[in-house]
């Protein structure tokens, strides 16, 4: 299996899911990930046991998806940074790196000595990424920020999805949703870097903000704000349909699920879609006969359309749609999504096996190298490979030994 990033050594002293995301990328392609945690707590994430009402552990059992995501296939090992003791031990991983990876704010990189140049002082031709919330410069640059405040608030995605007359905020759809999308942005920016290093000889200081994933998310609104100068109108959208394609936007079945409509030509889509609903009286109807008078009476084909959206349910009206030319999709939940057949057909969910030796699944990367799927290896348990790894950088085990006496490694 082509693995492009074989050979690379990425050094990871980050938490939570937005920087170490990157990393789990990283380690799909191929590259050793070695993760820094505390020698004592780890990674704030493992304390987590319930997140947005949802319990992210299972009792008795090692495997713990809030962690796995983020995390598989890489390398623990539990240093306490701020002890002199593990500085040389340190150092010799940061020697061994080709990339730093990091989303500790300024401060405690000072205090620990990991800024870019402290590592730099260390090994001259690593690359360094840093992930914040808002930026690694301005007034912002030591603030912290997770992806429901800087990639969702400030990005302008809650707004973008709640309705003007709603009483409260809609939340993100999934935990970790701005985060995933950072962490594949990063993996992109490190790929990148390495190819330039390659190309130049010159390492690279590799920035991604949660603030700048989530207005690049919503640049397409923002782009035509900017061009208007001022905010974009509120938008009245219509119960059905659109004001001129009755075919596109959400309908709800006869159970109360959701289809998903995107025809965006309706004068192509409509005759077929009469068809395959068995009313092909509506294709001949003087009402819709020619694609201006459908959108023209957009509204009022779009009321027809309700209605007979409403008269199956959801399970029928997807065996219906099969192989309809038209665009459509059905309105999944998350289990459903695991079990999607073309996620599967193309390897996107995977197998994995947890470290009590159980069968599991996980989504992998969005990407693919010579239609390849990602071999997935589990995440390592806190510090599970802290003396395999020292011992590849020379330490004995009296070395070992007398770093554990003084706390500085687990």
Known sequence: MHRPMEGVRVLEVA??????????????????????????RG??????????????????SSFFPIMEGPNRGKRSVGIALEKPEAREAFEALVRSADVFLTNFLPGPRSRLKID????????????????????????????GGYDSTAFWARGGSASGVTPKDSDRLMRMPAGAYGDSIGGMTIAGGIAA???????TGEPSVVDVSLLGVGAWATQFSVNLALMADGPLPEREHPKHGSATNPLIGNYRTADGRWLEFSMLQPGVYWPEFCSVVGREDLAADERFDSTEKIMANALEAAEIVAEIMESRTFDEWVETFEGMKGQWAAVQNSYEVGRDVSLRANGFIAPVVDADGVDRELVTNPVQFDETPANLRRAPQFAEHTDEVLRELGLDDEALLALKIAGAVT
Request: proline share 4%.
């Open 193 to 199: 870097a390495l190819y330039s290093r390659k190309a």
């Open 15 to 40: 938490q939570f899911t937005f920087v170490p995301a990157a990393g789990a990328v990283l380690a799909d392609w191929g590259a050793d990930v070695i993760k820094i945690e505390h020698a004592e």
């Open 43 to 60: 990674d704030a994430q493992r304390g987590l046991v319930r997140l947005l009402g949802l319990d992210v552990s299972s009792k008795g």
């Open 116 to 143: 870019v140049a402290d590592i730099r002082a260390i090994n001259p031709d690593i690359i360094y990424v840093r992930g914040s919330g808002f930026g690694a410069r301005g007034p912002e640059a030591d603030k």
